[in-house]
Nanobody, 116 residues
């Protein structure tokens, strides 16, 4: 499956952005859809995920500010980001994960820049 992310941009601290990820085929059977990010000079880190069963989980750093939404009918996953902070600045990547066998699908990154 190919993943296409969009929606990044430049926003002031406290603002909001919504990232979208469109899949080239059905994501119904993908065990987990999620978002990762990578800031300059840092390792890529997991941000949020949504299981095929509808459960969601968030990194502590974004809990209460970010919301992931998975739409199996539209083959999309979005990330609503509110109350953005400068430390949220990073390239954000959409990810699809199969657990058995383990396989990762990655979209191209989309830049999010939060100015102070």
């Amino acid at each position: 499956v190919q993943l296409q992310a969009s929606g990044g941009g430049l926003v002031q601290a406290g603002g909001s952005l919504r990232l979208s990820c469109a899949a080239s085929r059905s994501i119904f059977s993908i065990d987990a859809m999620g978002w990762y990010r990578q800031a300059p000079g840092k390792q890529r880190e997991w941000v949020a995920g949504s299981s095929s069963g509808g459960n969601t989980a968030y990194a502590d750093s974004v809990k209460g500010r970010f919301t992931i939404a998975r739409d199996n009918a539209m083959n999309t996953v979005s990330l609503q980001m509110n109350s953005l902070k400068p430390e949220d600045t990073a390239v954000y990547y959409c990810n699809g994960k199969l657990f058995n066998p383990l396989r990762d699908y990655w979209g191209q990154g989309t830049q999010v820049t939060v100015s102070s």
